[in-house]
């Protein structure tokens, strides 16, 4: 996918993310699959709010796994509870794929992937395709650290250093 699409779904869906999160609603299942995107108009969606979950609710589960386990954060694989961070872990790794053309984290079992997932850094982005710009590769590795809080603190923060990385190309 062109990089300057990227960027610009990218930003649409921080920015849908960040709206979502400030109404403590968390998405669970940030995936290509679940973003709509129409290349001639730019329009991007995101869909599929079928396991998002309230973040003040007292009726969130931990200990389960829901979502695509290829695209989940750490805590979420680990059954913990979940924030907006985790979304926003999963956007990393969409940005990710979309760049490269490859998921950062694959496994011939779901073990093998969600130890990769809580253990292992992932190839930089700009390593597997050198057409990624090194600004786009900080971003995806700063979305997809194994601690939350040292991950974007927001939605609007992760939009605002993908709209810097896309007006600096």
């Known amino acids: 996918m062109p990089i300057s699409a990227v960027l610009n779904i990218g930003i649409e869906v921080a920015t849908a993310l960040d709206f979502a999160h400030n109404h403590d609603v968390v998405h669970r299942d940030i995936k290509p ?7 001639e108009s730019g ?3 995101v869909t599929d709010f079928g396991v ?3 973040t003040n609710s007292s ?3 931990t200990g389960t796994m829901l979502g695509s ?14 924030d907006g961070g985790s979304d926003l872990f999963s956007l990393g790794t969409t940005l990710y794929q979309l760049s490269t053309g490859q998921l950062p984290f694959v496994a011939d079992t779901l073990a093998g992937l969600t130890h990769k997932i809580c253990n292992e850094k992932q190839v930089d982005a700009i390593k597997v395709h050198s ?6 590769s900080r971003i995806i590795n700063k979305a997809m650290r194994k601690q939350r809080e040292d991950r974007y603190k927001s939605g609007a923060q ?3 250093a993908l709209r810097l990385c896309r007006d600096s190309l």
């Open 43 to 45: 329009s991007v969606k």
């Open 33 to 39: 699959a679940n973003i709509i995107y129409d290349a």
């Open 158 to 160: 992760m939009a605002k």
């Open 69 to 82: 386990p290829s695209y989940m954060s750490p805590e979420q694989v680990d059954g913990k509870k979940v």
């Open 59 to 61: 009726r969130t589960k």
């Open 131 to 136: 057409k990624v710009p090194a600004c786009l």
């Open 52 to 54: 998002a979950c309230l």
